[in-house]
Every structure is written in structure tokens, then in C-alpha cells.
């Protein structure tokens, strides 16, 4: 068996606060091994802010901020931290085929109501760090609630369905409700958990590649290798929100994406 290990970036502008996650595991057969992982990507793709209050975004999981990053208009400050996902119990592994569960959510951690959007990520890579394109994302099992989130088929590249012919890494959500600012007292508010468990499933013992040949006695050898063996999966979650105020611009000019906002703030992709 090998091991992999993996890393990510950074930069900054004004109006649209973006945080990126990752975390690696070690397919070893029985076992996964470590999944602890820095975040350490922030970007922004929004400039034309209008409101001059402040714009934050936080992943949380199972309960615990992992990750922040919050925009200050006094101080011109972005405020962030990073931290790590997937991060099992000490001597504790991933097991193939066993199901963890996995809550993840977003906290409007800003002062202005926001709208959200998640890309999920999923795929294998070598123990260099680079992809495996050959490996497939969909052996990677993050469950998604529905919970008032939106798939948008359109950009979503990642297997969704048991006949789903496609197999890519991308999966694309958006949150249906606007994301309030926090209250008084302090209390911050959060989206529905967009994933609730990841599996690693049981069909990657399955996949092997033989090879045959045969020797001058005329002996043949076959020797089978584990397609996975080696291999390390990759979760991301890139979570990035967008003011409420002229909501179908922001999000036109922030996501590239049409759409509908009822009156209630309801969201509905075109």
C-alpha cells in the first residue's frame, strides 16, 4: 500500500466572501486512512458590492465552525481562519463500505442576509498529489439531503442517479432561502445540512485490472492489482454567498446563473 497526501491557494476583493475545504484519504483496502486536511483556498469573484455593511460566510461541520472568512467595510478587513474536514477520532481509520455521518452546513457569519452556493468536489488522486481521472468520483458517496438545496444539473458534472451516465467531480447546489444576519443576542443562523454522511463504497474491492504472460516453458502468470490500491480520495466543499440586495444581478454578476426570486426571497434556478 502507499500513502498520499495533497494542498491548495489564495487572494482577495470585495463583495463576495468564498471559502474552499478539502480532505484526503488513504484507500488501503480495509481501511482509509488519514483524512485531515488544511484549508487553505479563499478567493472572491464579485466586485460590484453595493452595500457597505459586511459580507461573511462559514463552513460548519457536525456543529463546529472548520473554516471562515469575513469582510469588514469599516476596516477594509477580511477576518479568516482555516481548519480541517473529515478528521476521524485518534487511531481511529475510514473502513471501506462503512457509512459516517457527516453534517455539513452553512453559517451566514456576516452582517448583511446573504444568498449561498456550495460546489462539492470529489476525486482520487496518486500519492504525488496528482489527479486519477481513470479512478471514478462516484466510488466517493457523499449523501446529499435535499434539504432545501438545489442541484443544478446544468453545471453539475458528478453521478446523481443509479443510471446517471455521467462521472464527473463537480456537484453544483444552491441554498433556496435567503441566509439572515445574525440577530441580537448574537445568534447566527445557518443554512439545512447540504450532506449528511460519506461512504467510500464497497465496489472499489471489485475493480481489479489482470495481466497475463507466459513464460519460454509455456507457464502462464496472471497477476491481478487493485485499481485503488494506493490511491487517496479528495473531498472539497467551496462555499461562497452573495448580498440579498438586487439579488438576480449579484448573482448574475458573482455565479453566472439566472434566476427567480419570489417575493418571499424564494430562490428558483431558470
Known sequence: MSDGRKRKKMGLVSGTAVL???????????????TRAALTY???????QIDVQSIGVSLVENGEIVSYRDYTHADNVWN???GQLLALPEGEQWQVGRTYPESLRVRNSGSIDEYVRVKLYKYWVDQEGRKLPHLSPAMIDVHLTNDHWIVDDRTTTAKMWEDDPRDGELIVLYYDSPLAAAGEGGVFYETESFVDSVTIKNDVMTKVTETYSTDANGWTTVRTVYDYEGASFVVEAEVDAVQTHNAQSAIKSAW?????????GTLRLR
Open 256 to 264: 453566472g446563473v439566472d434566476v427567480e426570486v419570489d417575493a418571499d
Open 20 to 34: 474552499f475545504a478539502s480532505a484526503i484519504g488513504l484507500l488501503s483496502f480495509s481501511a482509509i486512512g488519514s
Open 42 to 48: 479563499y478567493s472572491e469573484t464579485y466586485t460590484a
Open 80 to 82: 479568516q481562519a482555516s
